[in-house]
């Protein structure tokens, strides 16, 4: 009995200490781990509280509390849920529900690369090839005594004789051809021959003549080629003069066709460039032309740039002056990237079109525009081949995704560029105050930062001499952003190059929005007029 009893109290003993030391050395048990769990989470700031706040002009800028940027903007929160993944979504994303997006009728497309191909619709008239047409002027005054030409648009074969002239310089011409040949002189002879050559009498009408040793009262004009008369100014009896043009025609196998096309269309245009053509008066029928020349100076007055197309017309359908219709068919070789016309949002000074990022997430970005043609417009800068942009209830979208700094952030697509601390521009110093450290310079626009064109009062570092700097200088001088938002003036430089101040418009600076106790630039100045 007594053993038992001195047995259960050593047994007592060894429970307890081992209840007492257990916790010191045994693995945390998992009620120890859930109240640690607990008490993390009841540290940590509620989903639906801010993390911290950053300027929309700067993410860089944080702040544990509201308040303003430097460029006096509020400041944005910035919750938990927004760091949920490793890329956060960027200002300016908006995310709505697959509802919403059914009930808005969001479409969206592909960014695509393709060459594009317009079709240009314009007007023109058919012309003379004037390459092939021909014109006769009489080499000598006299009488039409024959016309055997009586209307304009006849048809002539080449050698034909259009009309027959007299003139008292012809008859003596041929008399001395005669004489010289009666004496047997044959210099005389051969000049002769090149007088009558050169009024206009051909080779076949000089043998006739010494032929028949007889001089002709009237001289034969032929036709130099075959073609359609396009002009008639004489009539039988009539007097005519080298200066005079008698007769003009050419022939309707090839024919020109002049165009025009407005100024915003004629970068399309080049040599070569193919047309599909029809004609009122020939229904159902088509021609293939092309460009052949470009005239080079635009039209004053309608603003439009002139064409000739070449076209065969072997069957003489085309007409000269007839009306003619054209589809001109430009083809750009090279494929460029672009997206539907109706996806880009357009305002006064920029472009923009709003991304589909997936999962309902969408977020509107600025693009630069080049071309367009059938519905597509050409993005230059702002997008990458993968990307798909909104085409339907984009307004909508965009409305809600107004961050004016990603949209103008604009650099090669997909490659952000990081965001510039330090920066070497120029300016024109107002005044400065060396004992304070402080210069008043008149600097352009800092599209890096977003910075109109202003007059601004800067901290300069403690190593700058401002003894130098008068009013009116043109500096170089290195402007850099500290962290506790401030920005600091350094390695000021004399800038020899001519500096064209008048183009800063001070007139667009909202100088009311500025928020002087954030930036504390020690207030800014408004811009002076020279005199």
């Given amino acids: 009995m007594k053993n038992t009893l001195t047995v259960a109290v050593l047994a007592l003993a060894i429970g307890s200490a081992i209840g007492y030391y257990a916790p010191h050395f045994l693995p945390t048990s998992h009620s120890d781990h859930a109240s640690t769990k607990n008490s993390a989470v009841k540290d940590a700031p509620a989903s639906n509280e801010p993390l911290y706040w950053v300027a929309p002009m700067d993410p860089n800028y944080q702040r544990d509390k509201p308040g303003k940027s430097p460029m006096g903007m509020d400041l944005i929160p910035v919750y938990a849920d927004d760091l949920k993944s490793d890329n956060a979504d960027k200002p300016g994303t ?31 008239y058919v012309a003379f090839d004037e390459g092939q047409r021909w014109q006769i002027n009489s080499r000598i005054s006299g009488w039409v005594q024959r016309l055997n030409v009586t209307a304009v648009g006849e048809t002539v074969t080449r050698g034909e004789t259009l009309f027959e002239i007299y003139s008292p310089d012809l008859v003596r011409a041929q008399e001395e051809l005669l004489n010289a040949k009666r004496i047997g002189n044959a210099t005389l002879v051969n000049g002769a021959r090149e007088r009558l050559i050169a009024l206009g009498v051909d080779n076949a009408q000089i043998k006739q003549i010494l032929r028949q040793h007889k001089a002709k009262q009237a001289i034969a004009i032929k036709a130099p080629a075959d073609g359609v008369i396009a002009t008639l100014n004489i009539r039988q009896g009539a007097y005519v003069s080298p200066q005079q043009t008698v007769i003009s025609g050419g022939p309707l196998d090839n024919v020109w066709i002049e165009a025009e096309v407005f100024e915003q269309q004629a970068h399309w245009i080049q040599s070569g460039t193919t047309a599909e053509i029809q004609v009122d008066a020939l229904p159902g029928q088509q021609w293939l032309g092309t460009v052949d020349y470009i005239y080079p100076i635009l039209d004053p007055a309608t603003r439009t740039l002139r064409m000739r197309l070449n076209v065969t017309n072997p069957d003489g359908a085309l007409k000269p002056n007839m009306f003619a219709k054209l589809v001109l068919i430009p083809r750009s070789e090279t494929p460029v990237l672009v997206v539907p016309e109706q996806a880009v949002i357009r305002t006064g000074n920029m472009s923009r079109v709003v991304l589909a990022l997936g999962d309902g997430k969408y977020r509107s970005t600025r693009i630069e525009t080049g071309r367009s043609a059938n519905g597509m417009m050409e993005v230059t800068q702002g997008l990458s081949p993968h990307d798909r942009v909104v085409t339907s209830a984009q307004f909508m979208l965009d409305s ?122 020690g207030g800014m100045t408004s811009p002076e007029v020279q005199p």
């Fill in 94 to 124: 908006v995310t709505i529900s697959p509802s919403v997006e059914n009930n808005l009728g969001v479409k969206t497309a592909a960014v695509t690369e393709q060459a594009l191909t317009p079709h240009i619709d314009t007007v023109g």
């Fill in 400 to 521: 809600e995704s107004s961050q004016t700094a990603e949209l103008d952030r604009i650099s090669q697509p997909h490659m952000h560029t990081p965001p510039t601390n330090q920066l070497i521009i120029s300016g024109l110093v107002r005044s400065s105050m060396p004992e304070h450290k402080v210069v008043t310079i008149d600097h352009p626009a800092i599209p890096e930062w977003d910075w109109p064109a202003m007059t601004m009062d800067f901290t300069v570092s403690d190593d700058s001499d401002l003894s130098q700097l008068t009013p009116n200088l043109a500096i170089r001088f290195q402007l850099t952003k500290t962290e506790d938002g401030q920005y600091l003036v350094s390695d000021i430089q004399p800038d020899h190059s001519q500096m064209n101040h008048g183009s800063m418009d001070h007139s667009n600076m909202d100088h009311s929005n500025m928020n002087h106790s954030q930036m504390n630039h």
